[in-house]
């Protein structure tokens, strides 16, 4: 266990990579969020997706942790199995972080009258309806996906270079095309509207959790063929 912790230390030598960028890149976001907010005429609450901004970050720290860190563990002679779970434990972190600033910027929103112009980028409606600790789930798996899936790329990319993972990527677009092609010629769209309103975002986040977690268990598998 010490070890797996020295790699999470070994994680964050570059604070700038899990905390800093994350909050200059939330910051960012915000200001300028809250400067379109308050050029837009109208009393009526403004919502905006500028908050996600961070999130999609972490798809690059996942790939970075990999890519760029994996190789320099090698030479501390840390083994392959510490250094997974000591990264899963790190994104666990970073993505609690996450989820912890969400809902302070949601208070902030809330406390404030979207800052003074009606302009929301963390309370949205939707995604609180479970409460303060149902709208942490959701921030949480959002970013900890975000990261597990830019780990996993980086993964196949080690273990079997540029053209596995193309194909990779290529077969499950067409899947997922396959899924809206089916799902449209049966005429299936109100049923599955309707299956995520019953869901609601906590529901999808716990399914986002499962998923998370299937892609980690390849991670997995397929990180014990990784090239440094």
Request: no cysteine.
């Amino acid at each position: 266990m010490r070890r797996t912790v020295n790699v999470i230390r070994l994680q964050l030598i570059n604070k700038g990579t899990f905390l800093w960028y994350p909050l200059m890149i939330l910051g960012a976001a915000t200001l300028i969020s809250i400067l379109i907010y308050a050029m837009i005429p109208v009393d009526t609450p403004k919502y905006g997706g500028g908050g996600q901004a961070p999130l999609w970050y972490f798809f690059a720290i996942g790939m970075s942790a990999m890519t760029l860190t994996f190789p320099f563990s090698q030479a501390m002679s840390i083994t392959r199995r510490e250094f997974f779970f000591g990264t899963m434990l790190t994104a666990i972190l970073g993505s609690a972080l996450m989820g912890a600033l969400f809902l302070i910027g949601g208070g902030i929103e809330v406390a404030t009258n979207g800052y003074g112009v009606n302009g929301y980028l963390f309370y949205l409606p939707w995604l609180w309806d479970a409460g303060p600790g149902g709208a942490f789930v959701v921030f949480f798996t959002l970013a900890l996906f975000f990261f597990v899936l830019g780990f996993t790329g980086a993964t196949i990319y080690k273990s079997w270079g540029q053209l596995v993972l193309i194909i990779v990527s290529v077969a499950l677009s067409l899947v997922l095309i396959g899924l809206v092609f089916l799902v449209t010629r049966l005429d299936l769209w109100n049923n599955v509207g309707a299956g995520i309103m019953d869901l609601g975002a906590l529901g999808l986040a716990l399914w986002g959790l499962l998923l998370t977690a299937v892609l980690t268990g390849v991670s997995f598998l397929a990180f014990r063929r990784t090239i440094p």
